[in-house]
């Protein structure tokens, strides 16, 4: 049978060991499990990589466990972590927060727990790294300290419960290079795996949501009418379910599926996770188009204000040569939908390049958004930052 997948990543201040802590997760359990073993310098070579027109240096890992197949990434910055949780590059099911106990949690131990919150990460486990540079005479106090600053902080963003692992990064892979996997470092890598598996549940597919699916093309079948396609992000339909289109100029009309197919052929119903064509009865060709949302009716509605995360690309990385005021209108996609949109900013700030803000917005025509969605934001033609909806106003 093969194993469940899942999607962890590790998270928390530079230098506090994310990526040796990476190198020695893949070697152990290489080692115990098979799989490739990778250096240090073999991961801090992040490659490039795009998302909603924005590049970010992430590196991905994998490695086992008895029970699961871990997919794994690390970020070299602070800016790449960032760029990573609010495009939703790779979205992790759980995160590794890494505290160095040497310094305790830092500031941006602080901000990616609460963009962790923010982006949706529901799970999270602690390794206290670096115990080996403690003396032992204070090893102890020292982790029950860093324990309950890091617990409060986490409890503040609403994790409660948050496993703890102590050990050595480093230590393990020193181990490891030896041949040694009984030293206690290893066993801290170990004990770590073994919190992933159970802190971090098996992702599922939302099933039981009412039905929801962006709408990517539309088309005509000669003698059937008019199709629609996308993925189904949740729920299920099948033919003879009413249905809703929702957004741009569309007040939420309502129409019944007639035929469900994936790969061009009948299937019984559509779920979460398929890409589907849906024929839809009686609806014209032009009754519908891109950028809108299907959805169960009522389950979802239109909407033109909200509050949203977002960063801004600096001029180096093709955005902006200079700040914004409120008032800056720029085009929101927000997956294929493209409109017009006014960023409010509080207090007179303005937001600059290479900046993370927290902002309200007002799109000129209503679209199906919801807490949670992620967005592109283009002027002129090109990319100058992204978005994560937070809050839905009206
Ligand atoms: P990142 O910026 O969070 O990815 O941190 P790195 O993995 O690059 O580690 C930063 C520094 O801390 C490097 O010099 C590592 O060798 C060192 N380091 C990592 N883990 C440990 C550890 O367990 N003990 C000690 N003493 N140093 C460590
Ligand atoms: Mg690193």
Redesign the pocket.
């Known amino acids: 049978m093969s194993k469940v997948h899942v999607n962890v990543g590790t998270i ?1 201040h ?7 802590l990476t190198s020695a997760l893949t070697q152990v359990q290489a080692l115990r499990l098979g799989g490739k073993g990778l250096s240090f310098d073999e991961i801090d070579r992040a490659p490039e990589e795009k998302a909603r027109g924005i590049t970010i240096n992430t590196t991905h890992v994998e490695y086992e466990s008895d029970a699961r197949h871990y997919a794994h990434i690390d970020c070299p910055g602070h800016a790449d972590y960032v760029k990573n949780m609010i495009t939703g590059a790779s979205q992790m099911d759980g995160a590794i927060l ?1 505290v160095d106990a040497t310094k305790g949690a830092a500031k941006q131990t602080i901000e990616h727990i609460l963009l962790a919150r923010q982006v949706g990460v529901r799970h999270m486990v602690v390794f206290v ?2 115990l ?2 403690l003396a032992s005479d204070e090893r102890d106090d020292m982790k029950a300290l860093i324990q309950m600053e890091t617990e409060a902080l986490l409890e503040t963003q609403g994790y409660e419960g948050t496993p703890f692992v102590f050990g ?4 393990a892979l020193e181990a490891v290079a030896r041949g040694d996997l009984d030293d206690p470092a290893v066993t801290g890598i170990i004990d770590l795996v073994a919190a992933l598996d159970s802190s971090i549940p098996d992702p599922v597919r939302d099933f039981d949501s009412p039905f929801l699916m962006p709408i990517e093309g539309v088309h005509t079948i000669e003698g059937r009418g008019t199709v629609v396609s996308g993925r189904v992000e949740r729920g299920v339909i099948k033919v003879g379910d009413k249905v809703e289109i929702v957004g741009l100029d569309n007040e939420g009309r309502e129409v019944v599926v007639t035929g469900t197919q994936a790969f061009r052929k009948d299937i019984p119903e559509a779920r979460a996770g398929m890409n589907v064509g849906l024929l839809l009865r009686g609806l014209k060709r032009d009754g519908v188009e891109r950028g809108q949302v299907l959805s169960a009716p009522g389950a979802i509605k239109a909407r033109t204000r909200g509050k949203a995360q977002i960063f801004v690309l600096t001029k180096e990385e093709g955005g902006r040569h200079t700040p914004f005021a409120g008032g800056y209108q720029p085009q929101f996609f927000f997956g294929v939908t493209d409109v017009t949109g006014v960023i409010n900013i509080a207090d007179d700030g303005v937001v600059s390049p290479g900046d993370q803000a927290e902002v309200s917005f007002d799109l000129r025509k209503p679209v199906g958004i919801e807490k949670g969605m992620r967005f592109a934001i283009r002027e002129g033609g090109k990319t100058v930052g992204a978005g994560l909806v937070t809050e839905v106003l009206a």
């Not at 530079?14 to 040796?20: E, L, S, W």
């Not at 050595?168 to 230590?171: F, I, T």
Request: proline content about 0%; cysteine-free.
């Open positions: 928390g530079v230098d506090h060991g994310k990526t040796t890494l790294n670096k080996d540079a050595s990064a480093l230590k």
